[in-house]
Structures are given as C-alpha cells and as structure tokens.
C-alpha cells in the first residue's frame, strides 16, 4: 500500500507565500513523476506543477512565474513554493503520485492522492 501525505496549507495574505510539501510512502519500487493539483467547489481538478524522476517540470500557465516544484529522492518527497499568491489560488492541493510497483520482474505504474489540504488566500 502507498500512501501519499501532503502538509503546508493554512491561510496567507495576497501577495504572501507558502510551502506545500508532500511524502510519498509505503511499498513501491521507484517514483515515476509527483505532482500537484488543485481544486475549487464546482470546477474540475487541475495540473498546478509536477516533476518527474528526470527533473522535467511541467507548470500550469497561472503557476509558470510564481511557482516552483522541486523534490528529495532521499525523502520521496516534493514540495511546492508558492509566491505572490493570489485570492484565485485559494483551493484544495491535492499531492499526486505515479510510482511503480510489483517487483524487478513485472513491474506497473500506478497512482495515488493526497487527502488535500487547504490553501486560502485573503486579507
């Protein structure tokens, strides 16, 4: 079972920033890419950053000049910088892991998720 465990959320003022970092955890053999999303009541998920085991990155427009993924092999885990947030990037992120499992012979990406966690942006 793999667990995946986001934390850094809370309230922030405009303009202010924030750390979002997420562990994955539990039987895998090897991370294949993490990544965030986020979501608002009413609307559909979406990609805010991801990074792959390679480095490749992959932002969002609204997250391109603001945001910046990075991650620890060592710790299996991947945070998110936010800076000059604004009000509309007040949602839930949602930590996403694709990892391999199974063993050395027979091995398959699967995915998981975070429970979330709030950010709220507002003076």
């Known amino acids: 079972q793999v667990q995946v465990a986001e934390s850094g959320g809370g309230l922030v003022q405009p303009g202010g920033s924030l750390t979002l970092s997420c562990e994955a955890s539990?039987?895998?053999?090897?991370?294949?890419?993490m990544g965030w999303y986020r979501q608002v009541p009413g609307k559909q998920r979406e990609l805010v950053a991801s990074?792959?085991?390679?480095?490749?990155?992959n932002y969002a427009d609204s997250a391109k000049d603001r945001f910046a993924i990075s991650g620890d092999s060592t710790r299996n885990t991947v945070y998110l910088q936010m800076n000059t947030l604004k009000p509309e990037d007040t949602a839930v992120y949602y930590c996403?892991?694709?990892?391999?499992?199974?063993?050395?012979?027979?091995?398959?990406?699967?995915?998981?998720w975070g429970q979330g966690t709030q950010v709220t942006v507002s003076s």
């Open positions: 996403h892991a694709f990892v391999y499992i199974g063993n050395a012979n027979a091995r398959f990406l699967n995915e998981f």
């Open positions: 539990g039987n895998f053999l090897s991370i294949h890419r």
């Open positions: 990074l792959s085991t390679g480095g490749a990155t």
